[in-house]
């Protein structure tokens, strides 16, 4: 029986070097980094790792660095998410030889499809992969998984192991769990929500694939550890802390920058990502990194920036600009202008 998909997988993050190549050396420091910061497991070929933005041959290859890097200290569990099933498969097949444990596919996209033509799309697949499958929920991209499909793919076939739900719905969750864990012990269940992770985890969530544990993998794993021993009053407070930098990084950006941005702050090079920003679009980002830097300074894993923190307000965007007047003000001091 294989291993069951347990604790935080991170959704790798992909650095890109000044042709805008997988930079593989850094790619392969940035996995090493992750498994010596306490993550679970990997995820490459995720929605954080921009897999729509890569060819399926760079995604290979993305696959293959990983396992090889990983070199089996933690498990591997591969995007495998093509526009059909015979490429979907083929995939499969590939990440299988590389050694990934298992495979994550997202359910139809681009067409809407009927819950009968999504339990066909993964019943077709299940019946002839060679690496065990992990459904991939995201409503907000694909055709929505319901909950009768997955028991079904579950009751009828032992290779679907387990289901990443991004929708960060609780009570589809519980739903979930209850009609499915009776008959499926083994079922692994995934939020991909780090919002509501400590709460996922309290009503039996097994863990997490969290963009955030690209950038704080020390706290995305101490919020499971602490939900998992029953302590749920620590596991809550550390969910409050983590929000506040997971909306830093998920809406003032174009999805996956802000992420980026916390982890080069980690010290690494993620270069210019794959989808084009306009000259605004980058000053912002500048801006933003510094409030970034600052909460990141208030979980002690960085320094603060040199001309110090603004107060927050915990809006994003008053945040940013009172974060750019406070460092203007600071250059100023130092000039002697006051």
């Known amino acids: 029986m294989a291993i069951k998909l347990q604790g935080i997988f991170t959704p790798t993050l992909v650095p890109l070097d000044e042709r805008g190549q997988v930079n593989e050396p850094e790619l392969r ?36 660095i990983t396992c090889h890097e990983a070199r089996g200290r933690v498990p591997v569990l591969a995007g495998a998410a093509e526009a059909n099933v015979k490429e979907t498969l083929a995939a ?69 192991i387990g289901i990443k739900d991004s929708s960060g719905d609780l009570a589809f969750m519980m739903r979930m769990i209850a009609a499915i864990r009776p008959l499926r012990p083994d079922f692994s269940f995934l939020t991909g929500w780090e919002a509501v992770l400590a709460p996922m985890l309290m009503i039996g969530c097994d863990g997490g694939t969290n963009a955030s544990s690209n950038a704080v993998p020390e706290v995305t794993r101490r919020i499971y550890e602490l939900a998992r021993a029953g302590n749920y009053q620590e596991a809550m407070k550390w969910q409050y802390r983590i929000i506040e930098l997971f909306d830093a990084m998920l809406f003032p950006f174009e999805f ?61 965007e008053q945040d940013k600009i009172e974060q750019v007047v406070f460092e203007v003000m600071h250059e100023l001091q130092k000039r002697g202008v006051f």
């Open 256 to 316: 996956p920058d802000g992420f980026r941005s916390a982890a080069e702050l980690r010290g690494f090079r993620f270069g210019q990502g794959r989808q084009p920003l306009t000259s605004s679009q980058q000053s912002d980002r500048t801006a933003l990194a510094s409030v970034l830097q600052c909460i990141l300074a208030d979980f002690e894993l960085i320094d603060r920036p040199a001309s110090g923190c603004a107060p927050r307000t915990r809006q994003l």
């Open 29 to 64: 420091r940035f996995i090493s980094w992750l498994i010596d910061h306490g993550v679970h497991g990997l995820y490459p070929n995720g929605s954080t790792g921009e897999f729509p933005r890569f060819t399926a041959e760079e995604r290979r290859r993305i696959v293959a």
């Open 92 to 160: 499969c097949e590939a990440y299988h030889a590389m050694g990934a444990q298992a495979v994550a596919i997202v359910s139809p996209f681009y067409f809407k499809l009927s819950p009968e033509s999504v339990y066909a799309y993964f019943a077709e697949i299940a019946r002839h992969t060679p690496i065990d499958v992990t459904l991939y929920n995201i409503p907000m991209f694909a055709s929505p998984i319901d909950v009768p499909t997955i028991r079904r793919l579950a009751g009828e076939f032992p290779r679907v």
